[in-house]
């Protein structure tokens, strides 16, 4: 029969890094690789308890199909911007998408989602957003921008916002691209 430390000893590791008094913890998922994580505390005892419950909801995650790092929003958004720069310079997409749908992904979706993981946005989430982005430029962050800045012809132009619902079909044309990044 196994002890509770040998079993733990099995599924991850504590250390110390030098000069640090804070626990971290490594462990590998299998087909994932190893996962090392800090343990924000001093006292092993706590250490332990933590480490036993990031182990299980990594193990959990995998076994659900799920990554057992989590990824934040902002950065597979961020993923995504970088191969909408790619497709543009290939020829794949158009060169205003190349412009228009990476400010619009930093502005609305980075904005409301940050850095919450990427697998634990829920319908639910979506339908507050789309609120939220609906009042957005009227009782929302853009309420306090007094003007939009861009680039056209190599000129720095600067345009009024305006302030007034999105319109449903842009509406739908966001919510096609935040399918996408999501």
Not at 53 to 71: D, F, S, V
């Amino acid at each position: 029969m196994s002890t509770a430390a040998s079993s733990q000893a099995e599924r991850f590791q504590l250390f110390r890094r030098t000069g640090s008094t804070r626990w971290q913890m490594r462990f590998s998922v299998r087909g994932q690789g190893q996962i090392k994580r800090s343990l924000d505390t001093d006292d092993r005892a706590e250490a332990e308890r933590r480490a036993d419950a990031i182990w299980y909801q990594a193990t959990y995650r995998a076994k659900q199909g799920l990554t057992a790092r989590l990824h934040s929003f902002e950065a597979v958004a961020e993923e995504f911007i970088a191969q909408i720069h790619r497709e543009v310079e290939r020829g794949e997409r158009r060169a205003d998408q190349g412009k228009s749908e990476p400010s619009m992904i930093r502005r609305f979706f980075i904005g409301y989602f940050g850095s919450k993981p990427v697998d634990a946005i829920t319908d639910t989430d979506l339908e507050r957003y789309a609120e939220w982005r609906r009042t957005y430029w009227t009782e929302g962050p853009g309420k306090l921008i007094e003007h939009i800045e861009y680039e056209r012809d190599g000129h720095r132009l600067r345009r009024p916002v305006r302030r007034s619902a999105p319109s449903i079909s842009r509406q739908r044309g966001e919510t096609v691209v935040l399918s996408v990044v999501r």
